[in-house]
Each structure stands twice: as C-alpha cells, then as structure tokens.
C-alpha cells in the first residue's frame, strides 16, 4: 500500500484508541481499521464467546429516514419499495434484518432496519453507503427526508458478559430482547441501542455521537470481562454463525432465496401476502419463492484440517468432472477448533450430509453439507 | 556447527554440511497471527530454489513458505503438523518445516546471515 493510499484512509471516531491500544492497522473498506489487537485473532475470537467484546463498527453507514407526512408508517411504506421485508409491521422499538434488491432480483446490500416511532433508522454496509444513500434518495426523496448520520460512531458490545456490562451504563439494557431498538441513554450520552450483532451471540450495537465514542469505548474496556475486539475475529465469529458477508457470500447476482434467506422475507410481501411483491426483482424472487431456485447457498464442514477458503471450486466427485459450485466465505473456526465454509451448490446436491469436495491447492479435499449456524446463537429472545 | 541464513521471504535455515533444516522467522509468524494449519512437503520431493515447498495458514489467511535452495526433501515435522500453534511459540526452534539436502551450495550465497536479517525487517 502506497503512503498517500494509506493517507487517503478514512478514520473513525475511535481511530486513535485503536493505535493507543496496539491495534494493527490495516485499510477495510475505505477506512483504517485494526484487524486485530495484541491479543490476536484466535483469542479475541474464543474472549467474545466466553466473555464480552468490543468492536468498531463505525464505518457502517447509519442513516435515518423522516416521513414528510410525519407518519412513520409511510416511511415504512415508501422503504417497502426497496425492500422484500415488511417494514410496516415493524413495531415501535423493534428492528429487521432487510435486503436492498435489483430489478434482476439480486442483493444491492444487507441492511437493518429499526421503527424509531417517528423515522426508521437503518444501518447499511460501509463499502455500499455511499450507493445506498443515492439509492434511497432516487426513489424515496417523494416521501422521505433521508439523513446520513456520518457524525455518529457505531460500537458492538458482543458475547454473554455483554448484558452485565452495559447494565452498569445503563440500567434500562437488561430488559431489552433480540431485535429491540431505540434511543436509550449509556452513560449519559444520547444513544441509539440495539440487542443484535454480528457474532452468533447475545449482544448490543450503540450508536453514540462521534465526539462521545471513544469516553464511552473507555468506559466499556474499563470493565476487565471486555476486550477490544478486530476485523479478523469478526470475521470469523459470524462466519460460525452462519452470517453473510455482503459482497462475497450475498450479492447482486444472488437472490435471496438462493442465499438461504428466506426467514428474511415475511409472508406479507409473498405470494398471496397483502402486500405481495412491489420490490425491485420482485418477479424473479417470487418465482424462487413459488418455484425453488437451482442453486442455494449452504454450510460446509471440512474433513480434515485445511481450512477451505473462499475462491475453492466445490466438486461432486474426487477427481474429474465440472465444478458444481464455489466457496464464499471459508476459514478457520476457533470456537469449533476446525475449518467451517459456506457457499453456493446445486439444490440437489445442497441437502444436510451431501459429501462435496472443495479443490485447494490441486487437491480435493472432502467436505460435507452442514446445518447453518456452526455454532449455536445465544440471542436473548 | 550449524549456521542460520535468512531469506526476504521470512524463512530461516540452519545449515549442517549439506543439510538445511527449514522454517519461518520469528518476524513471520508475528505477522501472520495465530496459526492454525500448515501443509509440510512430501519426503523425498525435488524442490526447486524458490518454489512453494509448504503451506502455513493463519485463522485470516493462507501463505505459502517458499524452498529457500535447491534439493531434496529429507524430513519433515510430524510435530507441528500435529500443533501448528508451535510456529507462534517457537517459531526458529520446535516449529522447523522440513529438512533439504542441498544440492549446490553456492545458492546459499544469496541469502542474509542474521545482522542482514535484522535490518531488512527493520
């Protein structure tokens, strides 16, 4: 990496405690972030499940959408357009997993979205922000005033010590169940928490302004059950948990149906729902619905100990043949203490226990078809 | 009386006569983090100066350790194949890749004695 790239880099609010911390730097994203701390991947991964920990998750794009009407159901309905989920009957203090589709039925991005009471605040990708918004401003500027929150940070409080932690910041934390949003105060400070995250285990996401992010980063670590947690770990934390990373297991060219997100989308916005398709790619995704689509994103459990990353050609056979499919996401689990993958096969060779080979380094090495996640959820339902 | 030469690919070798015993540097396993596999050459395998002879993968990545000379392979580490975590512990002792029977020692002449090391990973 050049100096002036490495210049260009954009910063976080919590940059400098990342540095002062003994973050190792590298660019994500646009930003320059610490893809792991002193502690390394393997034990911030294995503390997060055990205990609790910390992660800087301030590139994401935060961004609120304001009914004109000052109704917040029509920024609901306005946001439906974009989206196969029913943002309607989210309720007041709740959030949604969502996807941005394409006219083709692909992902443009995976996003949250939470019922503010008076505007929905959503949570994008950082490397896709930037489109969301223009997306977002094109085809809902009618209805909505769209705000991009950039002078917010955004922090995630993971693993089963997390409750505790943030209860001695703010009381109301505790009470909160999996997928319950909204303003609350931590420590004082005007926040916006969720009970969800992006590791497979209980948690909180904080949306704390820029100039407060790091008082408050301090005064999570503070707590000696909390470690600071890098890109590396959370990679592999939702990889166990069977989480898409958009733009490598989800994309323009997968629908949801073949990404195996059909929990995702609510029986109201499919076939003979009230409120049936009026999503961009809505023809094909409901025919996916209807019909079944030909391939579909799956886990994959390694025999050996190779971990099979992405990129792997995936086989039906040990030797010849055409690849049937290929890896997107693969590594390393810690807490499995063995190689875990996903990716894209033929739905007839997708079912649990199908053996499949993956080709790694001119060799097929086998793998079997494995329920999703690898390691099981703690959410607080 | 063994000497240790260095490559700027981060490998070590100790050399015993014709025998190089062969690894990665202290410096490398710093950079790539936990290891959690690495994939040893067969025995009895030509290897070819500067050619993929081994695989050493973090949680994050996989890369590969380079033959640092020319020769055959001699022996490899059961050891760490069975605890790939030694590379992180005792990365130029317990952790040793494999061992090559030199073919022709003047390509020993490229490599860096440790001073050299030393300031090129400076």
Known sequence: MLANDQDSLKRTPLHGLHVSLGGKMVPFAGYDLPVQYPAGVLKEHLHTRASAGLF?????????????????????????????????????????YAQFTNADGGILDDLMVANFGDHLFLVVNAACKAEDEAHLRANLSDDCVIESLTDRALIALQGPRAEAV?????????SMTFMDAGPRKVAGI???????GYTGEDGFEISVPAGDAERLAKMLLENTDVLPIGLGARDSLRLEAGLCLYGHDIDTATTPVEAALEWS?????R?????????????????HFDNGASRRRVGLRAEGRAPVREGALLFANDAGGEPIGQVTSGGFGPSLNAPVAMGYVPV?????????????????????????????????? | MTTTLYTSDHEWLAIDGDVATVGITDYAQQQLGDVVFVELPKVGRALKKAEAAAVVESVKAASDVYAPVTGEV??????????????????????????IKIA???ELGGLMDEAAYKAHTA
Request: hydrophobic share 45%; charged share 25%; with cysteine.
């Open chain 1, 56 to 96: 800087d998750v301030s590139h994401m794009g935060q961004l609120a959408l304001r009914p004109k009407s000052g109704k917040v159901e029509d920024a609901a309905r306005a946001l439906e357009r974009l989206v196969p989920q029913d943002i309607v009957a989210i309720a007041e203090g709740r959030q949604r």
């Open chain 1, 166 to 174: 943030l209860a001695k910041l703010c009381a109301e934390a505790p």
């Open chain 1, 190 to 196: 005007d926040c916006f928490v969720s009970r969800s």
């Open chain 1, 265 to 269: 989308v609510q029986k109201s916005r």
């Open chain 1, 271 to 287: 076939s003979g729902g009230a409120r049936a398709g009026g999503f961009p790619g809505a023809e094909k995704i409901l025919a």
């Open chain 1, 348 to 381: 007839s060779l997708a079912a649990l226990g199908t053996k499949l080979f993956a080709e790694v380094r001119g060799q097929r090495l086998p793998l079997v078809v494995a329920a999703m996640p690898f390691v099981k959820n703690t959410y607080k339902r």
């Open chain 2, 74 to 99: 001699l022996e490899t580490n059961a050891e760490l194949a069975a605890e790939p975590a030694l590379v992180n512990s005792d990365a130029q002792g317990k952790a040793w890749f494999f061992k």
């Open chain 2, 104 to 106: 022709d020692k003047s």
